[in-house]
T-cell receptor
């Protein structure tokens, strides 16, 4: 039972354009969402997060949007840079009782072409 | 610099052999986690520990064992009962193991079967 799904295994964009990575979830108990970025043979690093009380959170070139009614979130990267090429994981956590356990999506490989 | 150190980076296991993956952190974090990554799949939780001498099973604990004798260390043993051990293993930690804390990851160990 995949509770967090990233339906696009890969995405390719041109440098300077917008990258949009999507994530869907099924568990209505999820109330906090995170995006992690991962380079090959390295551990993921935290990128940006959003609480369910918000619908948007912005940090520099990265913006995360949350649509609770659709159980959908997206990560926008503007403008995209070649160094953004990596695998991006969406993750979610349920309410306080689950501690800091995260449920991850399958990941989307982003390639930004110069 | 504080961080999480995983060793070895690459590990090979023979049939019927137990192998142990090391994870050490100097972040003074209370909680530690082991995740497994398979190609095309998200990170799946194997075991986690929120305090010394205590740990809980994650979603895919069968064939694995852990110990938490020291706050800094959380080794993972892949036993011979794990029939499909080839994967990328990631260790992570959080400050208190509470909701909404960000996971900090090590650089991973790639385990392969000979």
């Amino acid at each position: 039972d995949q509770q967090v799904k990233q339906n696009s295994p890969s995405l390719s964009v041109q440098e300077g354009r917008i990258s949009i990575l999507n994530c869907d979830y099924t568990n209505s108990m999820f109330d906090y969402f995170l995006w992690y970025k991962k380079y090959p043979a390295e551990g993921p690093t935290f990128l940006i997060s959003i609480s369910s009380i918000k619908d948007k959170n912005e940090d520099g070139r990265f913006t995360v949007f949350l649509n609770k009614s659709a159980k959908h979130l997206s990560l926008h990267i503007v403008p995209s840079q070649p160094g953004d090429s990596a695998v991006y994981f969406c993750a979610a956590s349920a309410r306080e009782t689950s501690g800091s356990r995260l449920t991850f999506g399958e990941g989307t490989q982003l390639t930004v072409n110069p | 610099d504080g961080g999480i150190t995983q060793s070895p980076k690459y590990l090979f296991r023979k049939e019927g052999q137990n192998v142990t993956l090391s994870c050490e952190q100097n972040l003074n974090h209370d909680a530690m986690y082991w995740y497994r990554q398979d190609p095309g799949q998200g990170l799946r939780l194997i075991y986690y520990s929120q305090i010394v001498n205590d740990f809980q099973k994650g979603d895919i604990a069968e064939g694995y064992s852990v110990s938490r004798e020291k706050k800094e260390s959380f080794p993972l043993t892949v036993t011979s009962a794990q029939k499909n051990p080839t994967a990328f293993y990631l260790c992570a930690s959080t400050l208190k193991g509470r909701a909404r804390e960000k996971l900090f990851f090590g650089s991973g160990t790639q385990l392969s079967v000979l």
